[in-house]
T-cell receptor
Framework: DSGVTQTPKHLITATGQRVTLRCSPR?????VYWYQQSLDQGLQFLIQ???????AKGNILERFSAQQFPDLHSELNLSSLELGDSALYFC????????????FGPGTRLTVL | AQKITQTQPGMFVQEKEAVTLDCTYD???????LFWYKQPSSGEMIFLIY??????QNATEGRYSLNFQKARKSANLVISASQLGDSAMYFC????????????FGKGTRLHILP
């Protein structure tokens, strides 16, 4: 158990809909990173938050947004869903900087029908 | 250019044998971290081992060791005495310094342990 929690574990929805994925970091971790794992793109970084502020953006679509709340949990919002958004979405937390480890939550498997 | 290269898409190994999973990386940042993660069929991403670029010794964690060859930019994972439960996807990953310290993943190696 990494100490990072994600809900829900599975999500099935239809095209055009909007969903919210939730992540709670390990105790003491201020950063949350979101990653998407799809069959064709592999594992890709989406966005990072640090202590409530957006810190870095990766290959995140404009239809996607995220935020980190004062209690440090984070939500990833996906809207106007398309079939290609079906993927495993991970959040990860850990220390800052290259010399720190990063621990992943169990992931949310999103299926768009 | 790919920053993390895993050249073995799949491997089959007999149970109890040692396994080496290859990984090469590319960075000009002197401060970086290298990681290996295991992803079983259930989907979770399990942290296995970490090596910092300034670490003098190779990292070890139980049956896992990281063969770090800095000059060759190589970070191979060695699993000793493989077990059936080691069958999974294995990802090599790197984290560079700076404000944007996200993890960059390789494409993975699918390891099959044969009884």
């Amino acid at each position: 158990d990494s100490g990072v929690t994600q809900t829900p574990k599975h999500l099935i929805t239809a095209t055009g809909q909007r969903v919210t994925l939730r992540c709670s970091p390990r105790s003491g971790d201020l950063s949350v990173y979101w990653y998407q794992q799809s069959l064709d793109q592999g594992l890709q970084f989406l966005i990072q938050y640090y202590n409530g502020e957006e810190r870095a953006k990766g290959n995140i679509l404009e239809r996607f947004s995220a935020q980190q709340f004062p209690d440090l949990h984070s939500e990833l919002n996906l809207s106007s869903l398309e079939l290609g958004d079906s993927a495993l979405y991970f959040c990860a937390t850990g220390g800052q900087g290259a010399q720190s480890e990063q621990f992943f939550g169990p992931g949310t498997r999103l299926t768009v029908l | 250019a790919q920053k993390i290269t895993q050249t073995q898409p799949g491997m089959f190994v007999q149970e109890k044998e040692a396994v080496t999973l290859d990984c090469t990386y590319d960075t000009s940042d002197p401060s970086y971290g290298l990681f290996w993660y295991k992803q079983p069929s259930s989907g979770e991403m399990i942290f296995l081992i970490y090596q910092g670029s300034y670490d003098q010794q190779n990292a070890t964690e139980g049956r896992y060791s990281l063969n770090f060859q800095k000059a060759r930019k190589s970070a191979n994972l060695v699993i000793s005495a493989s077990q059936l439960g080691d069958s999974a996807m294995y990802f090599c990953a790197m984290r560079e310094g700076g404000r944007d310290d996200k993890i960059i993943f390789g494409k993975g190696t699918r390891l099959h342990i044969l009884p």
